[in-house]
């Protein structure tokens, strides 16, 4: 069975596994008078908030008044990185080099390995799905982990190139949810997991679609799935 005879509209609340800072309990100020945005952690309950109250995901992924766009941006990008995570995490068991030789999605999609970062110039590679899957968390992560890149402490300035790098990672994550589409659906399903699984991606792509991050060829092997995401304000 396809995942577009599975597909759901039911939007239940996402909560993430992990914050988005490590020293994230010692910022404890906060003004219960003011209901604007003033930290990561109010960002992230910015988000959960819209998600879980019934409001549409088209309006939970807008700009918050006020807020940051680099700022909006990295908290997001944080969170669906750690969705696709646990969402993969579900499956690796039957996601191994043996089942998954090519990091594919459908037969006529295949993703290559390649670190834009690296100065040699390297082509790109043929990796395992979960070598390539591996590959492309411990990427990111180093973003995540770069002070200079991803800042911790509200209004220490982004990199000038940060939306361009939001724009690679979010490319790349998409590929993970095409993958486990593609050719795990079946184990999605029977961890009953298709609307934790739909209602993710769903707010990926309202998301991207509101920053315009991704383009239509992105979606590739999905494209069909997410046009009807999108559809469905
Ligand atoms: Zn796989």
């Not at 039957?94 to 390995?113: D, G």
Request: some cysteine; charged content about 20%.
């Amino acid at each position: 069975m396809s995942f577009l005879q599975h597909y759901t509209s039911n939007i239940p609340t996402i909560r993430s596994t992990r914050g988005f800072r490590k020293n994230q309990s010692l910022d404890s100020t906060t003004d219960v008078q003011s209901s604007t945005v003033s930290s990561h952690r109010d960002i992230r309950d910015h988000v959960e908030q819209t998600l879980g109250s019934g409001s549409s995901l088209a309006k939970a992924v807008k700009l918050p008044p006020g807020e940051d766009l680099n700022e909006w941006l990295a908290v997001n990008v944080v969170d669906f990185y750690n969705q696709i995570n646990m969402l993969y995490g579900t499956i690796t068991e039957f996601c191994s080099p043996q089942t998954c030789p090519r990091m594919i999605a459908t037969l006529e999609y295949e993703y290559l390995w390649q670190d834009p970062m690296a100065k040699n110039g390297k082509q790109p590679v043929s990796m395992s799905a979960p070598g390539y899957i591996e590959s492309l968390m411990d990427w990111i992560q180093n973003f995540l982990d770069d002070e200079t890149v991803f800042p911790s402490k509200m209004g220490v300035p982004f990199p000038k190139q940060f939306p361009l790098l939001v724009k690679t990672i979010m490319k790349r994550l998409f590929r993970v949810y095409a993958h486990i589409y593609c050719h795990h659906f079946d184990e999605i399903n029977e961890l009953n997991l298709q609307v934790h699984l739909n209602t993710s991606l769903k707010h990926f792509v309202f998301f991207t679609t509101e920053f315009n991050l991704l383009s239509t060829k992105d979606y590739g092997p999905l494209d069909e799935l997410v046009e009807r995401m999108l559809s469905d304000i």
